[in-house]
């Protein structure tokens, strides 16, 4: 590293106009964009419309396929949003300094993913207009919902998790928009002012902000885990046979934190070269996520390998009539699934070839994005089509209805996301300004001072 | 007196005709769907009469087999409704509040017997069909679960005239229709805690079984198994 260029390198105001290129000119592009996913979005919310008008008929659902691509979405979602966690908590307490640049951006995923994954439950009730039902809300009859049901479970865990990582994403960029207010003009000056509650960067404020985002750190991870263990007991605790298992509850978080990494790939791709932040966000973060991809894939193919061992060993016919179905009307779906998964991805990214070229990497994680949707509509539907009474098997494919309403909740995750990229600062620029300063040698007079850090550090250099 | 009203199926009598069928769709208000909803798994019916197939052709037999709701002691349904819209009433019945279901359809999933049918749509009767309604049932919106009920409103007004003449309810006074209908008299009603009962001595009848009994439901609805040899 070349010790003269440190002051520039590090200063905030310079780090700011580089790493939140985002938030300055809008181009005709961003108005473009926006309005297409607006666009999206509308078709999306006008079949949800006509959905509920009409009736929950429109789509492809039937006895005894109750529950749909829906239901699949809503997983696939929540398991989206474990990134973040994983990223900020997980890899901030094993002292990962190199999950700087990916920070934010994974944090800001981990918020819209929830987001979007919580309305899903809301489009699929019957009568989406009696939602609050299921709030405990003080009325006349006393009526209360039913904390046995997991669905309950489901709503508070989720709402936690929701507000947890809400204020574990403002909170972290405290300090940025402090940054950002010193540099902004006009109405963004006031905008981020009143966001930033006074930060001025002295000893006492950072020391508490260091303190506090431990304890988020810390709190934040049983949460998350709770969550979609919580997501698992949807269906582990059903009397549906293929659902009603005890490996569901670890198997979904690992499944979730597998999906969520490689959504973090695919964000942080494209944030790259939408923002030109090729010096930050370099071939070490996508390296690193590369090699977590492949551990946790190979984590999945144990959970699968064990889940089906037990099964076919078994025999119990019940169970056996779902997992034959994979190998029937589903196997389609079957084959993506473990092929995107497992088959295809674990040897890829074996290979240190393509962890660290970023559109290998990036098109492995597309590949596992698919797959684990494919994944949970996999646990959803074949369950309830094969269920223990023949008489009424039935298949169930979704209707345009479904497919319009699915394309508007991504458009809804990509507007959020694009909408946040312009007004915040999407790459944590106090984090990524600490590692630069341990990567980076100085000059103090005559000499050279050695970085602390090695610019690859992977967490086991410097004091992190 | 204590009430737990049960069912006995005594399979050995069943033909599959499916009077009971039509006695249900007509006492209930159920909706005929029509064919293409059928074909996409909708039927609306609270009660199916599901047939099995015995042997290879040509010494194939039909088995029928009546599936109405199995008013579960402990009912799998119940638990995991989030609003409380199926609870289990007095007599031991697994009730359904239409006006509070919000439609998750959880109940349905988690029902090993499947017999919960779902309102995809609202459902109308033509002109004058909709004359037959019975204005005893209360009105199922599109986006409610429906489910047989042992016929509450005809347990309900037998017991309100047991009532008003100061008596305790008779043994078959409440007869849900399927059982009033079935032909052959497959179907038995009443209730199990009087000891006097005709369903009390039908269910010491060696040959009673209880559906997907392992589960651990405990279905108030009991069969009474198919004997083979001659004439049968």
């Known amino acids: ?464 | 007196m204590n009430i737990k009203w049960a069912m006995a199926i005594d399979l050995d009598r069943c033909t599959g005709c499916g009077a009971c069928v039509v006695a249900c769709v007509a006492e209930n208000n159920i909706p005929v769907v029509g064919e293409a909803e059928v074909e996409k798994g909708r039927l609306m019916q609270w009660l199916r009469v599901a047939r099995y197939w015995e042997g290879e052709y040509p010494e194939a037999q039909a088995v029928y087999l009546p599936v109405p709701c199995m008013q579960c002691e402990r009912a799998p349904c119940e638990t995991v409704c989030p609003v409380y819209a199926t609870y289990h009433n007095e007599d031991g019945l697994n009730a359904m509040v239409y006006n509070r279901c919000v439609g998750t359809r959880y109940c349905a999933n988690n029902c090993p017997y499947s017999v919960r049918v779902f309102n995809w749509f609202d459902h109308k009767w033509e002109k004058p069909l909709d004359e037959q309604l019975s204005p005893d049932l209360t009105t199922r919106s599109r986006g409610v679960m429906e489910k047989c009920t042992f016929c509450i409103q005809r347990i309900r007004r037998a017991k309100e005239t047991a009532e008003e003449e100061g008596r305790e309810i008779r043994d078959g006074e409440a007869v849900p229709a399927c059982v009033q209908t079935c032909p052959p008299g497959a179907l038995l009603f009443g209730n199990m805690a009087d000891p006097h009962s005709e369903i009390t001595r039908k269910l010491k009848d060696p040959r009673r079984f209880r559906l997907m009994e392992h589960l651990g439901t405990e279905p108030r609805v009991v069969y009474l198994k198919r004997q083979k040899g001659a004439g049968r």
Not at chain 1, 1 to 25: I, K, V
């Open chain 1, 1 to 464: 590293m070349n010790g003269s260029d440190h002051l520039a390198r590090t200063d905030p105001g310079a780090l700011y106009r580089e790493l939140s290129r985002s938030n300055l000119p809008t181009t005709k592009k961003w108005y473009l964009g926006v309005a297409l996913l607006s666009l999206v979005v509308l078709w999306g919310v006008g079949c949800f419309i006509y959905m509920m008008k009409t009736g929950m008929g429109v789509t492809g659902l039937n006895r005894p396929v109750m529950w749909g691509v829906f239901i699949a979405s809503f997983v696939f979602w929540i398991g989206l949003s474990h990134s973040g966690t994983l990223i900020s908590a997980i890899l901030r307490l094993t002292n990962a300094t190199w999950r700087a640049p990916i920070l934010r951006g994974a944090e800001a995923m981990t918020a819209f993913a929830l987001m979007v994954g919580g309305l899903f439950p809301l489009l699929h009730i019957g009568r989406n207009w009696r939602f609050y039902y299921m709030i405990p809300y003080p009325n006349s009859r006393q009526l209360w919902p039913n904390l046995r049901s997991p669905l309950m479970w489901d709503a508070v865990a989720i709402n936690t998790y929701l507000l947890g990582s809400l204020t574990f994403l403002y909170f972290g960029m405290i300090p940025d928009l402090a940054i950002a207010r010193d540099h902004a003009t006009g109405w963004r000056k006031k905008f981020y002012s009143a966001l930033a509650l006074g930060f001025r960067g002295t000893h006492n404020e950072w020391r508490r902000y260091h303190v506090a985002s431990t304890i988020f750190a810390i709190l934040i991870i049983p949460v998350a885990v709770s969550v979609h263990s919580i997501v698992g007991w949807d269906f582990a605790m059903a009397k549906v046979p293929g659902w009603h298992s005890t490996i569901f509850a670890p198997y979904f978080v690992t499944g979730a934190i597998f999906s969520g990494i490689a959504g973090v790939v695919i964000v942080m791709a494209t944030l790259r070269k939408v923002f030109r932040l090729e010096r930050v966000l370099t071939v070490v973060q996508f390296e690193n996520l590369g090699k977590l991809l492949c551990t946790m894939s190979l984590l999945w193919g144990y959970f699968y390998f064990a889940d089906f061992l037990t099964v076919w060993y078994n025999r119990n016919p019940e169970e056996w009539e779902v997992f034959r179905s994979y190998a029937a009307d589903y196997l389609p779906l079957f084959l993506v699934m473990i092929g995107c998964n497992f088959v295809v991805s674990f040897p890829l990214l074996c290979m240190r070839r393509v962890r660290r070229s970023i559109p290998a990497l990036s098109v492995v994680s597309l590949m596992i994005v698919i797959g684990m949707y494919a994944e949970r509509i996999m646990i959803v539907v074949p369950s309830l089509a094969r269920r223990n009474d023949p008489f009424i098997w039935h298949n169930y494919f979704p209707s345009w209805v479904e497919f319009s309403i699915l394309a508007g909740a991504l458009a809804l995750f990509l507007l959020l996301y694009t909408i946040f990229a312009k007004f915040f600062p999407i790459m944590a620029i106090n984090d990524i300004q600490e590692r630069l300063f341990q990567t980076t040698d100085r000059k103090i007079g005559g000499v050279t001072v050695e970085s602390i850090g090695m610019p690859h550090d992977t967490g086991k250099g410097g004091h992190g």
